[in-house]
């Protein structure tokens, strides 16, 4: 049953402000001045929007010292740490060293070795595991980070209303704020992933430890609020690495990019427009350049955009997505656009035979308490998972990508893994997708 309500006066509101980065910077919490929002409720054991999905559980409420500090890396010597840790057993995840703080100016050496680390930040590398565009032409994969915020109702009415569905990106820390708006976005039908619990340091500066708590806490909150667990996720500030991608997809989440064509990125820069570094219109004009790019390449494509600030959700609403739609692209969420079965984006679902990983108890332990939770005895992959060769920035990742779908040409034994010392899986084959 859905009903509505004021939200909750004890819950604090807050607006968001970025401090500098290089790529999208780092959410700092202001008071807001905004109106009280109406935002839907949902009864529990309501039937979830899933095919398969368990009913969803009671209302959550966020309750001081059960979770972690909010917009900070959590500590890692917590029960529910150790437990997550466990998940990596049998996979090998590269030794790299951490660097300084995800910049390349302040790492030349590891900048250096970017393509050898698999460092999307400093050479535009990605795998043949992360996802970067839509396979199919003139398709426009929809995705927003850094919420759920109050302006996200907002957007979830224009998007419900034009039957569109998108892919949000939530912050754990956002999530404790507001779960029922993230609530929302899972039962009208949208897609979730995982963005880390604070977006505080990019995820390559971190420990091994400390990014399995800034995945694992995010992942747990999603769970106690939807009852599903995602099997995705994006590295703030686009910022990873092999060790970081071999961690993740341990913990059984895959990296979701936004495409790079032709030199460049398809990120609309909308979230610097709050600290005043571009303006509403160059945003505007980043996106319409972006869709020029988008024209000529011979795959589908994704958007950096985001859902933290009014005026993002602004100019998602008034200008981008209507702007797509004017020029005869498709809109989707991550999952439409890959073809990607809706039961196979969430562990309780999947029917995949190939991803999550199986472990060695043949469950896996999302609420950090020490028992099971979810069962993935029926994957057949497991252990000494090494991360495939690269595809960098500028180069033929588009093509790559239309040949694994095809089939055709060394592109496609590349997106199935079929290069050396590679996982032997491409996203395709993780998600049980055959075209």
């Not at 006066?9 to 999208?24: D, E, G, I, L, M």
């Not at 099997?231 to 060790?243: A, C, E, F, Q, S």
């Not at 950096?304 to 969420?333: C, M, W, Y």
Request: net charge negative; aromatic share 8%; charged share 20%.
């Amino acid at each position: 049953m859905r009903s509505y309500f004021m939200l909750l006066a004890s819950v604090p509101s807050f607006s968001y402000a970025h401090t500098s980065h290089r790529h999208h910077a780092f959410l700092q919490r202001q008071a807001s001045t905004e109106p009280t929002l109406t935002i839907p409720t949902y009864s529990p054991g309501s039937t979830a929007p899933v095919a398969g999905a368990p009913p969803l559980p009671k209302t959550f409420v966020f309750s001081q010292g059960t979770y972690p500090e909010l917009d900070k890396v959590p500590p890692t010597n917590s029960p529910q740490v150790a437990e997550w840790m466990k998940e990596l057993d049998g996979h090998n995840i590269p030794p790299l060293s951490p660097t300084k703080n995800g910049e390349c100016d302040n790492d030349p050496d590891l900048a250096a070795k970017s393509v050898e680390r698999g460092w999307w930040t400093c050479g535009g590398v990605t795998r043949d595991t992360d996802i970067t565009a839509c396979p199919d032409k003139m398709t426009f994969g929809v995705t927003f980070d850094d919420g759920p915020a109050e302006y996200t109702p907002t957007l979830l009415k224009y998007l419900n209303e034009n039957q569109l569905q998108a892919t949000f990106f939530c912050i754990g820390s956002r999530i404790m704020e507001l779960p029922n708006v993230m609530l929302d976005e899972y039962m009208t039908g949208h897609e979730l992933g995982v963005h880390t619990w604070s977006h505080s340091i990019p995820l390559t500066a971190l420990t091994n430890e400390q990014i399995v708590a800034e995945l694992g806490w995010t992942r747990k909150a999603i769970k106690e609020i939807t009852g599903v667990t995602p099997v995705t996720m994006r590295p703030p500030y686009g910022d990873i690495d092999d060790r970081v991608r071999a961690i993740s997809m341990a913990m059984g989440l895959i990296p979701v990019m936004w495409t790079s064509a032709n030199g460049s990125t398809f990120d609309t820069n909308d979230w610097r427009i709050a600290d005043g570094e571009v303006t509403k219109g160059q945003s505007i004009s980043t996106f319409n350049r972006i869709l020029d790019q988008a024209s000529t390449i011979d795959t589908g494509f994704i958007v950096l955009e985001h859902d933290i600030h009014q005026v993002t959700v602004d100019i998602a609403i008034s200008d981008t997505l209507k702007a797509a739609q004017n020029r005869g692209f498709k809109l989707q969420s991550v999952g439409e656009c890959m073809h990607f079965p809706t039961t196979n984006l969430y562990r309780e679902t999947s029917q995949n035979a190939t991803f999550p990983y199986a472990t060695k108890s043949g469950m896996v332990d999302i609420d950090g308490d020490g028992k099971g939770d979810v069962s993935v005895a029926a994957s057949k992959v497991n252990s000494s998972t090494t991360i495939p060769g690269p595809t960098t920035n500028g180069t033929s990742s588009n093509d790559r990508k239309t040949q694994a779908a095809t089939g055709t040409g060394n592109g496609a034994n590349q997106a199935r893994g079929l290069t050396s010392g590679a996982l032997g899986l491409s996203v395709l084959g993780l998600f049980g997708v055959l075209f």
